[in-house]
Structures are given as structure tokens and as C-alpha cells.
T-cell receptor, first 115, second 114 residues
Framework: AQTVTQSQPEMSVQEAETVTLSCTYD???????LFWYKQPPSRQMILVIR????KQQNATENRFSVNFQKAAKSFSLKISDSQLGDTAMYFC????????????WGLGTSLAVNP | KAGVTQTPRYLIKTRGQQVTLSCSPI?????VSWYQQTPGQGLQFLFE???????NKGNFPGRFSGRQFSNSRSEMNVSTLELGDSALYLC?????????????FGQGTRLTVV
């Protein structure tokens, strides 16, 4: 069975600085997708970034980028130029390729951006 | 384009009662998934519906059930409520195929069982 582990329950960063959130996963599959979702206090789960396992190039979305290490089964999220609005819970999630839409989640990292 | 709509936003129920939660997906999305979120267990997959058929099911007791209608709207039902069922229930909708890997979430229904 697949598992997702986020080893940092809480983190904080100063506004405008860079922070990296860690995620490791376990799977025997070769084709899959990895995601970082953000959940602010409003509870709305929002996709931050997505990575296809078959792509070697790391995904980037504006200030957000990932370091995807397939062999090490590691998928970290880097947030550059942190903003107050980045304060939220961040969840790493795994999904097998195919028709299955089941997401397997880590327990999350609570990120606080301080002014 | 309207997002995923979950109703109601908040519910308080008594142990032993049953509850029905509703989810309207984004127009054109035919896959609807449900998740339970609790502080202790995190986010856990309940089930996924596609074209009115349950396509995948998580490890929850039979008290948790769901269905999907022809317009892709979905409901989940929990019978004989227990205190441990108190949670945030999230619904997500997706497209199908390789273009449908992103799940769009509603704001959730906060269920409190007393």
C-alpha cells in the first residue's frame, strides 16, 4: 500500500524568505502523480503544484517549485519570497496513474509566515 | 465557472442518528470523491463515484455509503452516527482521463456528533 510521510508538523518562515517542506512516499508503482495542496483557515483545499512521475523535470508554479527525486521517493516543496497569504496547512498527496482518482495524503505541515 | 459546492456547511447530530451530505461538482466533471478529515487521522479517502457507479472505496465501515446522480451530483450518507464520525467531510470533483488528475475541492461540511 502507498504511504505519504510529512516529517515536519510545523514550520515558520519570515516574510520574503524561502522555506522548504519535506515529503517522502512509498510505492511500488512506476506511474503516478504527486501533489502539494494548501488548506488555509477557510478550509478550502487548493492545488499548489503537481508533478507527473514520468517527467524528470521538476514542476514550478510562480514562487512554488518542487524537488522530485524519484529514486529516493522524495517530493519537497520550495516556497520562495514567502508571503503572509502563504500561511496555511500544506499537504503532500499521491495518486496512482490510471482511472483511479484516490488521493493518499500526508498528515500535513502547518506553515506560518511571520511579518 | 462555479466551483464545487457542498451543503450544508455545518451539521450537529446526535449519536445514533443518520446524516446525508451533498456535493455538486464543477460542471462537466463526472468523477466525485469524498474524504474524511480529522485531526488524528488526517485525510482519508471514503469513496469515488463516476457515471453513477462507485469506482473505488476506502476502508470505512458499511455505515458510510454514497451515491451519484445522473447530473453528477453526489450524496454521502452516514447511518448510526458515532462520536468518532465528527470530522470535516470534503468532496472533490475531477475530469476524467489524463487531463483529470487535479481534484477540485469544496469547502467541506463540518459534522459534529454529540
Amino acid at each position: 500500500a502507498q504511504t505519504v510521510t510529512q516529517s515536519q508538523p510545523e514550520m515558520s518562515v519570515q516574510e520574503a524568505e524561502t522555506v522548504t517542506l519535506s515529503c517522502t512516499y512509498d510505492t511500488s508503482e512506476n506511474n503516478y502523480y504527486l501533489f502539494w495542496y494548501k488548506q488555509p483557515p477557510s478550509r478550502q483545499m487548493i492545488l499548489v503544484i503537481r508533478q507527473e512521475a514520468y517527467k524528470q523535470q521538476n514542476a514550478t508554479e510562480n514562487r512554488f517549485s518542487v524537488n522530485f527525486q524519484k529514486a529516493a521517493k522524495s517530493f519537497s516543496l520550495k516556497i520562495s519570497d514567502s508571503q503572509l497569504g502563504d500561511t496555511a496547512m500544506y499537504f503532500c498527496a499521491f495518486m496512482n496513474a490510471g482511472n483511479n482518482r484516490k488521493l493518499i495524503w500526508g498528515l500535513g505541515t502547518s506553515l506560518a509566515v511571520n511579518p | 465557472k462555479a466551483g464545487v459546492t457542498q451543503t450544508p456547511r455545518y451539521l450537529i447530530k446526535t449519536r445514533g442518528q443518520q446524516v446525508t451530505l451533498s456535493c455538486s461538482p464543477i460542471s462537466g466533471h463526472r468523477s466525485v470523491s469524498w474524504y474524511q478529515q480529522t485531526p488524528g487521522q488526517g485525510l482519508q479517502f471514503l469513496f469515488e463515484y463516476f457515471s453513477e457507479t462507485q469506482r473505488n472505496k476506502g476502508n470505512f465501515p458499511g455505515r458510510f455509503s454514497g451515491r451519484q446522480f445522473s447530473n453528477s451530483r453526489s450524496e454521502m450518507n452516514v447511518s448510526t452516527l458515532e462520536l468518532g464520525d465528527s470530522a470535516l467531510y470534503l468532496c472533490a470533483s475531477s475530469l476524467v482521463g489524463t487531463a483529470g488528475t487535479e481534484a477540485f475541492f469544496g469547502q467541506g461540511t463540518r459534522l459534529t456528533v454529540v
